[in-house]
């Protein structure tokens, strides 16, 4: 250190004129990458994509994959293995045209029924027709990227919200179509109406057909590292480069040789192609098709799994798909409920992790709130036994220390209903003081917490699930709004 | 061309006439540039400038009125496609793909000339891979043009992150990657400071003279003006007022008349 605070003089570097300065606006654009940074997981998402080539990427996941049926069971490789790599194939083919060439394609969910439906009329009991994997897949694949074609048509002339509508609409036809209309074909419903379409054929590799869970994933896990391995290629390619152009500014791109119209089109198809294949193999997998397979929800997840993971990138799909999958699967009713009581307590820590600054104020706000459980749970027990006499629910691993710590009265119904209006109460309360007694107030907000999960959301496992996994998108989405691994969009007004 | 000595005739617009409802942008427009021309066109906020270029580039249909690129008639066809036929243009108010990194908006542009497929980008064929290489070496090339401004570390960051005249740089390698014989920019020095505004200057000369472009600008800074023009073309409510070198446009009292009302031709 110098003395008497004089600031020894930086040495001048060779680059000095190109350096980010205070009030250029290269300076203000790097603001919100260096805020990220000071996030540690998200700072760690960006060093993935940053120090990882993509090959070292998808070796990574090839090889970890790969080896997940060797020590999984049946029911878990078909729940969080196949499904993941479902969801996977149906997010990349959803990232062509939602992320690179910036179509919001709202019945994208309907090409892959159309696929799933397509191959299930191929390839099943229903008409008796049972064409192999090597005919019916490559058949329903071009008819569901022609029909994503017919699809994109009217994005010619319509843009974001309007293309969004027209989408969507033909979403739900659809499954009006299927469901309702199921018109009569060689003396059969075409569709199977409600009852849909049972006793798909499996795929098979030229003639060996994959009858076990193993060796279904197997043959999924390769044909997604081939798509993969394709679309890191096409991204990379004149028309990859092209798509992102137009999704940034049609009009530049169109008047930089670029055939704008012809792109989107080619977008749809292509995204509907992956769809129809995704199709294909999710039939074979279930072996019967309904309605209801490709209705709103799974399109909102879809949709999920692209932008949790960061639009417009490959491998924030992969771990967008894994991400919502494997936490949906995690909380699946036949499950234990300990699964989500986990999950839930998880995302609250997450959740002050991420808010609560400095670190020895969480310390603080954390051991705050188990002392006080404790201390509330021994005052009340001291004045009425009957006060926490209640049984956990499915306590699981947690069972001994939830019913020391959470008050959970013997007959509680009236009792949930204060605590769950109390705990609206506090929240908004606290959104609206500062500074201590914000923290203050934080400590009996988050055990009031406690005691609704234990008395109110544990016993309606259903309803718990997807406010669980609507929690977990919000604050997923709130601490990095461009995904995982997105990079931030910067609009320069 | 019949005169031998003359340079041939590059685009030309005739009797170009548009209008948005009652107003008429561009009024029996008449306007030519020759092969190897640097032109500029001035004239007043509103005159019309900016909708020259987008009736040359295709935004805009003419309503009557001819407009060639080498003796081919223009009118009707698609930007993309004038694009591809040898004419690229930049935007006064600065298009560029903002999310994509500096070189591959540069590539992006390499879009109309060259030809491999969805599959043969897929499978990696050789001519997509040979492709690749050409685009990636002609946007080196490109960039290279503007000397430190956009090299090194600058092709790899993201097009917000360039300062507002870098930007413009940017938009005019972009043009130029898409191979065209005519650049039209539509006010390439606004918002630069004087010693950026030289530096255009002594730039748009070179594009000529190493780039072999023939260039069409519109500009509103005097000095950069008097400094490239061959020729100067003012227009006015769309009818073009004057034209000929700079001095004589300069001071032809129509022309100034325009810029400052009759209170200052008197």
């Excluded at chain 1, 004129?17 to 990458?33: C, H, K, L, M, T």
């Excluded at chain 1, 993941?84 to 060439?101: D, E, F, H, M, S």
């Excluded at chain 2, 009818?239 to 325009?258: C, H, L, Q, Y």
Aim: aromatic share 10%; with cysteine; hydrophobic share 50%.
């Amino acid at each position: 250190m110098q003395t008497g605070g004089d600031i020894p003089e930086v040495p001048g570097r060779p680059d000095e004129r190109d350096r980010p300065r205070v009030g250029v606006d290269e300076w203000v654009a790097s603001v919100e990458g260096r805020r990220e940074d000071r996030v540690g997981f998200a700072r760690l998402g960006r060093r993935i994509d940053a120090l990882l080539p993509p090959w070292a990427r998808l070796l990574i996941f090839g090889v970890f994959a790969a080896t997940l049926p060797l020590w999984m069971d049946r029911g878990d490789l078909f729940a969080y293995g196949i499904f993941t790599l479902i969801y996977i194939l149906l997010g990349l083919g959803l990232n062509v045209v939602v992320g690179y060439a910036g179509l919001l394609d709202l019945g994208y969910v309907a090409l892959f029924g159309f696929g799933a439906y397509f191959y299930a009329l191929l390839s099943s009991e229903h008409y008796g027709i049972h064409w192999p994997s090597a005919v019916s897949i490559p058949v329903v694949v071009v008819s569901t990227a022609l029909l994503g074609l017919v699809l994109g048509i009217p994005s010619r002339r319509l843009l974001g919200d309007y293309l969004a509508i027209v989408t969507l609409f033909f979403g739900q036809a659809f499954v009006v179509f299927v469901n309702a209309a199921n018109p009569t074909v060689r003396g059969k419903g075409l569709t199977g109406g409600p009852n849909g379409i049972a006793d798909i054929d499996p795929n098979d590799l030229f003639g060996y057909e994959l009858t076990t869970r193993r060796q279904q994933y197997w043959f999924i896990l390769g044909v997604v590292l081939l798509v993969l391995i394709g679309l890191h290629f096409l991204s990379e390619s004149r028309t990859g480069r092209a798509w992102r152009a137009l999704r940034e500014d049609p009009l530049a791109a169109e008047a930089m040789s670029m055939p704008v119209n012809r792109l989107k089109l080619k977008a749809f198809a292509f995204g509907a192609g992956i769809a129809g294949l995704a199709g294909c193999i999710f039939a074979a997998v279930l072996t019967a098709v309904t309605s209801g397979n490709f209705a709103l929800p799974i399109l909102i997840t879809i949709y999920a799994v692209v932008i949790l993971g960061g639009i417009g990138s490959l491998t924030g799909v992969v771990i967008g798909a894994i991400v919502i999958n494997v936490s949906f699967q995690f909380l699946a009713p036949e499950n234990p409920q300990d699964n989500a009581r986990i999950l839930f307590y998880a995302v609250v820590i997450l959740l002050l992790v991420l808010a609560v600054r400095p670190w020895w104020m969480l310390g603080v706000v954390l051991g705050g709130v188990v002392v006080f459980g404790f201390a509330a749970h021994a005052i009340a027990e001291a004045i009425d036994p009957s006060w926490t006499a209640g049984a956990v629910v499915e306590g699981g691993r947690l069972a001994g220390v939830i019913s020391d710590w959470v008050i959970i009265p013997a007959g509680h119904e009236r009792f949930a209903n204060v605590a769950y209006i109390t705990l609206i109460v506090a929240v908004l309360a606290l959104t609206r003081i500062h500074g201590w007694w914000r923290t203050i107030l934080l400590v009996p907000t988050l055990y009031l917490t406690a005691i609704v999960w234990e008395t109110s959301f544990v016993e309606q496992p259903a309803v718990a699930r997807w406010i669980l996994f609507g929690a977990l998108l919000v604050t997923l989405m709130t601490v990095r709004p461009q995904g995982l691994l997105g990079t931030p969009r910067v609009e320069i007004v | 061309m019949t005169e031998e000595q003359k340079p041939p005739l590059l685009l030309e617009l005739e009797q170009v006439t548009k209008s948005f409802g009652g107003l008429t942008v561009a009024d029996r427009l008449d306007l030519h540039v020759d092969e190897g021309e640097i032109v500029s066109l001035i004239g007043p906020n509103g005159a019309g400038k900016t909708t020259v270029f987008n009736l040359v580039t295709g935004l805009y249909r003419p309503d009557s009125g001819a407009i060639r690129f080498v003796g081919r008639d223009l009118v009707g066809l698609p930007p993309h496609k004038i694009t591809q036929l040898g004419i690229a243009r930049t935007f006064q108010t600065l298009r560029l793909f903002l999310n994509m990194t500096v070189k591959e908006n540069v590539m992006a542009a390499a879009y109309g000339h060259t030809r491999a497929t969805v599959p043969e980008a897929i499978f990696r064929l050789p001519r997509a891979r040979r492709e690749e290489r050409e685009i990636a070496a002609l946007a080196e090339e490109k960039l290279a043009f503007f000397g430190q401004r956009l090299a090194g570390y600058r092709h790899e960051q993201q097009a917000y992150n360039l300062s507002y005249a870098n930007r413009r740089r940017l938009e005019i390698a972009r043009a130029m990657a898409t191979n065209p014989r005519l650049l039209l920019l539509d006010e390439p020095a606004a918002g630069m400071n004087p010693a950026e505004t030289l530096e255009l200057t002594e730039l748009i000369g070179r594009l000529r003279s190493e780039g072999g472009y023939t260039v069409l600008v519109i500009e509103h800074d005097m000095h950069v003006v008097e400094g490239i023009s061959d020729r100067v073309v003012a227009l006015d409510h769309g009818v073009k007022i004057a034209e000929g070198a700079f001095e004589e446009v300069a001071t032809d009292p129509r022309v100034i008349e325009a810029y400052l009302g009759l209170q200052g031709a008197a």
